[in-house]
């Protein structure tokens, strides 16, 4: 299976200051079709997880700006520009190039 | 808008079966891969099995495979998953979601406990 492996773990911010969440996967995410299947989710207390960013770099609906992804092959980001309260929670990495489907640990973030 | 609707969680003892429904709406069932993803409490998220359109592709996870059958009604826009042999670790909120190279939408889950 791919390991997807986060960093940081804990990730204590300041309001209005960007925060950056690094993902690393066990291989390659390129598919076949050239695709690279990279997600990341935001799952805010009590809430069910949400799409923040799909292909690497690709916002979901409704998804603010502050969001962004970037990356290749195994080495992935998150960056949020400016962390607003409703930031708060827990961000996910997940591939979905390979079977079985896999997420990272989660990286927890919060107002220092 | 696009609503998914789990039911059929509970708490069930070891040994014991259990089947999971999500209803969907706001936009054309048939024409979605789906899946199931599971949280067990306080831990991170596992995919558990995927379903393709008609219901002629699926795939699971290791740990549930021989156990769990996934299956969907197109006419009722609705997803299943069943589950057998049921253990402690299965103990977790089951959300399905929409599939689209990863869930792009997401059911407010239902727990399942597992306990004597």
């Known amino acids: 299976d791919v390991v997807m492996t986060q960093s940081p773990l804990s990730l204590p911010v300041t309001l209005g200051q960007p925060a950056s969440i690094s993902c690393r996967s066990s291989?390659?995410?390129?598919?076949?079709?050239?695709?690279?299947?990279l997600n990341w989710f935001q799952q805010r207390p009590g809430q069910s997880p949400r799409r923040l960013i799909y292909k690497i770099s690709n916002r979901g609906s409704g998804v603010p700006d502050r969001f962004s992804g970037s990356g290749s092959g195994t080495d992935f980001t998150l960056k949020i520009s400016r962390v607003e309260a409703e930031d708060v929670g827990v961000y996910y990495c997940m591939q979905a190039t390979h079977w079985p489907r896999t997420f990272g640990q989660g990286t927890k973030v919060e107002i220092k | 808008e696009v609503q998914l609707v789990e039911s059929g969680g509970g708490l069930v003892q070891p040994g014991g079966s259990l089947r999971l429904s999500c209803g969907a709406s706001g936009f054309t069932f048939s024409s979605f891969w789906m899946t199931w993803v599971r949280q067990a409490p306080g831990r991170g998220l596992e995919l558990v099995s995927i379903i393709n359109q008609d219901g002629s592709v699926n795939y699971y996870v290791d740990p549930v495979k021989g156990r769990f059958t996934v299956s969907r009604d197109n006419a009722k826009n609705s997803l299943y998953l069943q589950m057998n042999s049921l253990r402690g670790e299965d103990t977790a909120v089951y959300y399905c979601g929409r599939e689209d190279w990863g869930p792009d939408y997401w059911g407010q889950g239902t727990l399942v406990t597992v306990s004597s």
């Open positions: 291989q390659s995410l390129v598919h076949s079709d050239g695709n690279t299947y």
